[in-house]
């Protein structure tokens, strides 16, 4: 068991998933907060043959799990994949509760030592960490704020959000204010500012490959709330003072950043919602051994990218972590 024990849960047994066939799922639940107990999901899908390798990822915002290949892909090399929705997002969300609702990004903290708990338990000795965007953020403060944990052997971010996507004024007059008010005023709203054509690129009833429920990952998303750009502002600085890691990190993000206002090439091989030199950025400020790679062609989700942009993905994924011993 790792030794950054998680405060008290209780978890339900294994049961098929939502994406059925081989996926199931356990319910972790957590004391209360200001609306309801906190409820955790945690997705497995095992290789065909039993290893000690793991990987745990973590989805961003607006988001849950639901990226298949991703787990087949890691099946496939040799990994047991688990996947958490954090609480308040997909399988995680209760009637009564606000979507995605969090105050400081430390509350996710004991859903993934839960999980890393959970994985342990289940006879594996290694564990990559892996996030998405929002997820990539929660990983990478997770890694550095647990340096010496025995599972975690390399960190996968998947274009993390190391700084908002606005312009330079913004950045330096407007987000502190608007993150200082968070503090005390959390329900107030604020523009998103997200690209209206992302979740358009990805799903199946629109330009996409993709099938994943519209009301867990939703097409638009107008406004924040405050408490949820705090939560980043604050978490951000960690990251942009360069963190320290003790596990090998693989960065990738797309070659280019765009913004549409009309569906074309561009919401098709670009990054319509982060800002890829911001994560070139502060990735090269993170201490410790990591590795930033950009990828031809690809969506903010690296891997729902078109076939070949996704190929790439994981050849390179898998060919570092081999690299690394992983």
Same mark, same amino acid.
């Given at each position: 068991?790792?030794? /950054?024990?998680?405060?008290?849960?209780?978890?339900?047994?294994?049961?098929?998933?939502?994406?059925?066939?081989?996926?199931?799922?356990?319910?972790?639940?957590?004391?209360?907060?200001?609306?309801? @107990?906190?409820?955790?999901?945690?997705?497995?899908?095992? #290789?065909?043959? #039993?290893?000690?390798?793991?990987?745990?990822?973590?989805?961003?915002?607006?988001?849950?799990?639901?990226?298949?290949?991703?787990?087949?892909?890691? /099946?496939?090399?040799?990994?047991?994949?688990?996947?958490?929705?954090?609480?308040?997002?997909?399988?995680?969300?209760?009637?009564?509760?606000?979507?995605?609702?969090?105050?400081?990004? /430390?509350?996710?903290?004991?859903?993934?030592?839960?999980?890393?708990?959970?994985?342990?338990?289940?006879?594996?000795? !290694?564990? &990559?960490?892996?996030?998405? !965007?929002?997820?990539?953020?929660?990983?990478?403060?997770?890694?550095?704020?647990?340096?010496?944990? @025995?599972?975690?052997?390399?960190?996968?971010?998947?274009? @993390?959000?190391?700084?908002?996507?606005?312009?330079?004024?913004?950045?330096?007059?407007?987000? @502190?204010?608007?993150?200082?008010?968070?503090?005390?005023?959390?329900?107030?709203?604020?523009?998103?500012?997200?690209?209206?054509?992302?979740?358009?690129?990805?799903?199946?009833?629109?330009?996409?490959?993709? !099938?994943?429920?519209?009301?867990?990952?939703?097409?638009?998303?107008?406004?924040?709330?405050?408490?949820?750009?705090? #939560?980043?502002?604050?978490?951000?600085?960690?990251?942009?003072?360069?963190?320290?890691?003790?596990?090998?990190?693989?960065?990738?993000?797309?070659?280019?950043?765009?913004?549409?206002?009309?569906?074309?090439?561009?919401?098709?091989?670009?990054? &319509?919602?982060?800002?890829?030199?911001?994560?070139?950025?502060?990735? /090269?400020?993170?201490?410790?051994?990591?590795?930033?790679?950009?990828?031809?062609?690809?969506?903010?989700?690296?891997?729902?990218?078109? &076939?070949?942009?996704?190929?790439?993905?994981?050849?390179?994924?898998?060919?570092?972590?081999?690299?690394?011993?992983?």
């Amino acid at each position: 068991m790792p030794m /950054n024990t998680a405060s008290s849960y209780t978890v339900s047994p294994y049961q098929t998933d939502i994406l059925a066939g081989d996926y199931q799922q356990l319910t972790l639940t957590f004391a209360a907060d200001q609306q309801s @107990p906190v409820i955790a999901t945690l997705v497995r899908k095992k #290789a065909a043959t #039993a290893t000690p390798k793991a990987v745990l990822y973590i989805h961003g915002f607006l988001d849950y799990f639901f990226q298949t290949e991703m787990a087949e892909q890691f /099946n496939q090399h040799g990994y047991d994949f688990y996947a958490l929705d954090l609480h308040k997002y997909g399988r995680s969300y209760r009637s009564g509760q606000t979507f995605y609702d969090v105050r400081d990004l /430390n509350e996710y903290e004991a859903e993934i030592t839960a999980a890393l708990e959970i994985i342990a338990a289940e006879g594996h000795d !290694s564990a &990559v960490l892996a996030g998405h !965007s929002t997820g990539g953020l929660i990983t990478t403060l997770y890694a550095a704020h647990h340096p010496d944990h @025995p599972l975690i052997k390399a960190l996968w971010n998947n274009s @993390p959000f190391y700084d908002f996507n606005t312009s330079f004024l913004k950045k330096k007059l407007a987000l @502190p204010r608007v993150s200082a008010l968070g503090k005390y005023l959390p329900k107030l709203k604020f523009p998103s500012e997200l690209n209206p054509w992302y979740t358009k690129s990805l799903h199946q009833d629109y330009y996409g490959e993709w !099938s994943f429920d519209l009301n867990w990952k939703p097409t638009v998303y107008p406004k924040v709330f405050l408490s949820f750009i705090h #939560a980043i502002y604050e978490a951000q600085k960690e990251i942009h003072a360069g963190a320290k890691l003790n596990v090998p990190a693989l960065i990738m993000h797309s070659h280019q950043s765009r913004n549409p206002r009309r569906w074309g090439t561009d919401a098709q091989n670009s990054d &319509v919602i982060l800002s890829v030199k911001d994560i070139a950025k502060y990735a /090269n400020k993170l201490q410790g051994d990591v590795t930033v790679m950009t990828i031809k062609n690809g969506l903010h989700d690296l891997v729902l990218s078109a &076939v070949p942009v996704r190929a790439q993905v994981y050849q390179k994924l898998f060919a570092w972590l081999k690299d690394k011993g992983c």
